[in-house]
């Protein structure tokens, strides 16, 4: 049947054989030494512990030791340059004017002393090693990500974009609900780059061989990170290694099975519920599926046995997303009632052949990319993307976290906690780890795509996924970072990185941390932030022996200008954190002024 190779994991067909086959079963391998890390799953003795440390955000001193005199001078122009609004308005034109006035040379070198040299570790795979080596003698590590993006205009992309979908079944939005709406392409959101911050890079349509040039660049990219440092990590966007138009197509597929679970929950009562919390009685269920002619009553009894449920006469979300994987007779049966017009409608029959080996050339890709990270002692963090792709991403990352995240976490989801059902997400994962028995790996960030989510989900005319204020996303953040921390201190094996460029979210990990007695030197709990922001919290919560690591980027200057661009945009809308942060570089700077410690290099 349609996807049932692809949620198999069966071998790729004979078009592919540069990627060997997939299975899902746990890997067996030899773990990677463990270097300073702590042994996966064992916690040091604890009366050999020293207290966890006091860290102390606003000591200027400490948290640029790492930086030299003109560093410092840097970093406050740059950090002021993009605080400015009339200059962020106009600064692609800007660096337009200034590479015809300058010559392609002198332009580079402008870049790598000013914008280029703040949020960019260098050109290459060699040239960011001393950055790296640098950074981590301080007790920072690194995030690894190739930041090159295709320099199309808007035009060129929504162009691009929208060419990808001409394949893709085309559906009347007339006839569609409104979270189907969500899931189907459109032209004015075509250009995915528009309104992104916070590092997300974007990545349009391309053919197989791009796609496998990317995992190329990848896998580089881990083998940099390995000969760097034995705790790195990489960062990898799924839109760059497969078709996005099979995302989105897959994402509409899991949304609309998930929405059916909790029309047949408000059936039973239910609405509401959190997500953990609901629960659908079993004979009740099939009295509906039955009523609604999906099949005989026989068939039904024989879906629901308790090799599939367990013996407790109730479906979980859990248990009910299970059976979209193709393990049980009810695959095939995959009906849902179409809202607008009533009638059921097959959820998987659109699926093509050609879709399905999509699939399985994404899965292979981060299967390969998974296994070279293993080998080479790297971690893999996959990042989120638009809720419209979301749920795919989410889908393929957990199948191989089964395999991978055996003896200690490995893969890496992220969940974005401006999202309204971060949480559910969030607890839904955490359960699904404890009951197949592999190790969750999560970063928590709030989220780069607000802007862009709100915009389309009013032209498109479905509810907004976004919370609604600042501080309700704030809230939901810490709600969602205290269930994993609670979960981590029963758990020794689950971790989560905390990143943010928050104090007061760094701050209230830090009180939890002590309360619930996870310590430092567990490496349970790392954070992150991005090169060039940000140093007061990375480099004295890295002095005081927590795991902090640098998104860093690399690549050509002309290559990686986009990203600068979204550097410039993001530290406009933090303008209240780089405040603070410039702050300090003053009062560091004054200080070395007033001591004669201009010629100060760090040891």
């Known amino acids: 049947m349609a996807l049932r190779r692809v949620f198999s994991l069966r071998s790729c067909s004979p078009r592919t054989p540069h990627l060997a086959p997939l299975s899902t079963s746990p890997a067996t391998r030899e773990q990677p030494a463990a270097g300073p890390r702590a042994v996966p799953g064992c916690r040091p003795v604890e009366a050999a512990r020293p207290p966890i440390p006091v860290v102390d955000?606003?000591?200027?001193?400490?948290?640029?030791?790492?930086?030299?005199?003109?560093?410092?001078?840097?970093?406050?122009?740059?950090?002021?340059?993009?605080?400015?609004?009339?200059?962020?308005?106009?600064?692609?034109?800007?660096?337009?004017?200034?590479?015809k006035l300058l010559g392609q040379k002198l332009f580079d070198k402008l870049m790598k002393m000013t914008f280029y040299g703040q949020f960019v570790a260098g050109e290459d795979r060699e040239s960011i090693q001393p950055l790296i080596r640098h950074n981590k003698t301080f007790g920072v590590g690194s995030i690894?990500?190739?930041?090159?993006?295709?320099?199309?205009?808007?035009?060129?992309?929504?162009?691009k974009e929208m060419a990808s979908y001409a394949s893709s079944t085309e559906r009347n939005g007339s006839s569609m609900?409104?979270?189907?709406?969500?899931?189907?392409?459109?032209?004015?959101?075509?250009?995915?780059r528009d309104s992104v911050i916070s590092g997300a890079h974007t990545y349009f349509c391309a053919s197989e061989t791009k796609y496998d040039s990317r995992m190329e660049t990848l896998l580089h990219c881990i083998e940099a990170s390995g000969k760097a440092s034995d705790d790195g990590f990489i960062a990898i966007k799924l839109t760059s290694l497969g078709r996005p138009q099979f995302l989105l197509h897959f994402s509409d597929v899991l949304t609309k099975w998930r929405h059916f679970f909790h029309q047949m929950a408000a059936e039973q009562g239910q609405a509401g519920h959190a997500a953990m919390d609901t629960k659908l009685e079993v004979v009740a269920l099939q009295e509906s599926i039955a009523?609604?002619?999906?099949?005989?009553?026989?068939?039904?009894?024989?879906?629901?046995?308790?090799?599939?449920?367990?013996?407790?006469?109730?479906?979980?979300?859990?248990?009910?997303?299970?059976?979209?994987?193709?393990?049980?007779?009810?695959?095939?049966?995959?009906?849902?009632?179409?809202?607008?017009?009533?009638q059921l409608e097959p959820l998987m029959s659109q699926f093509t052949e050609k879709e399905e080996l999509q699939m399985m050339r994404i899965l292979q890709r981060m299967d390969v990319l998974a296994t070279k990270a293993m080998e080479a002692g790297v971690r893999l963090m996959v990042d989120a993307e638009q809720t419209y792709f979301q749920p795919a991403i989410s889908h393929l990352t957990l199948e191989i976290q089964r395999k991978f995240n055996v003896e200690k976490p490995l893969i890496f989801?992220?969940?974005?906690?401006?999202?309204?059902?971060?949480?559910?997400?969030?607890?839904?994962?955490?359960?699904?780890?404890?009951?197949?028995?592999?190790?969750?790996?999560?970063?928590?960030?709030?989220?780069?795509y607000m802007v862009q989510e709100r915009a389309r989900a009013v032209d498109l005319g479905y509810e907004d996924p976004i919370n609604s204020t600042y501080e309700a996303t704030n809230a939901m953040y810490h709600k969602c970072l205290n269930y994993v921390l609670e979960e981590l201190k029963h758990n020794s094996k689950a971790e989560v990185m905390v990143a943010s460029h928050n104090e007061d979210t760094i701050r209230f990990t830090l009180s939890r941390m002590e309360e619930l007695g996870l310590h430092?030197?567990?490496y349970q709990?790392?954070?992150?932030?991005?090169?060039?922001?940000?140093?007061?919290?990375?480099?004295?919560?890295?002095?005081?022996?927590?795991?902090?690591y640098k998104y860093v980027p690399y690549g050509p200057v002309m290559e990686v200008l986009?990203?600068?661009s979204r550097r410039a945009l993001e530290n406009s809308s933090i303008m209240k954190g780089t405040q603070r942060e410039r702050q300090l570089l003053w009062q560091e700077l004054w200080r070395r002024l007033c001591t004669g410690s201009l010629l100060y290099r760090p040891a």
């Not at 024989?302 to 009910?320: K, Q, R, V």
């Not at 709990?525 to 902090?548: E, H, K, R, T």
């Open 57 to 99: 955000f606003s000591n200027a001193q400490e948290a640029y030791r790492s930086l030299r005199t003109w560093e410092l001078a840097r970093n406050l122009l740059v950090l002021r340059l993009c605080a400015s609004p009339t200059l962020l308005e106009r600064h692609q034109q800007l660096l337009q004017i200034a590479r």
């Open 144 to 159: 690894l990500d190739y930041g090159v993006e295709e320099d199309l205009s808007s035009k060129e992309a929504e162009c």
């Open 177 to 192: 609900s409104k979270s189907e709406k969500q899931y189907q392409a459109h032209l004015t959101f075509g250009d995915q």
């Open 291 to 342: 009523k609604m002619g999906i099949a005989s009553r026989a068939e039904i009894e024989n879906w629901f046995t308790p090799e599939t449920l367990g013996a407790s006469g109730t479906m979980d979300l859990l248990e009910w997303k299970s059976l979209i994987r193709c393990r049980t007779q009810f695959s095939k049966h995959l009906l849902i009632p179409n809202v607008q017009t009533g």
């Open 413 to 448: 989801n992220t969940y974005q906690c401006y999202l309204k059902d971060a949480y559910d997400n969030v607890t839904l994962d955490v359960e699904l780890a404890r009951r197949e028995d592999w190790c969750f790996g999560a970063k928590l960030v709030r989220g780069a």
């Open 520 to 522: 430092p030197a567990d």
């Open 525 to 548: 709990v790392c954070f992150g932030q991005l090169l060039g922001m940000c140093d007061q919290i990375s480099f004295p919560l890295g002095q005081a022996g927590f795991s902090v």
């Open 562 to 564: 986009p990203y600068l």
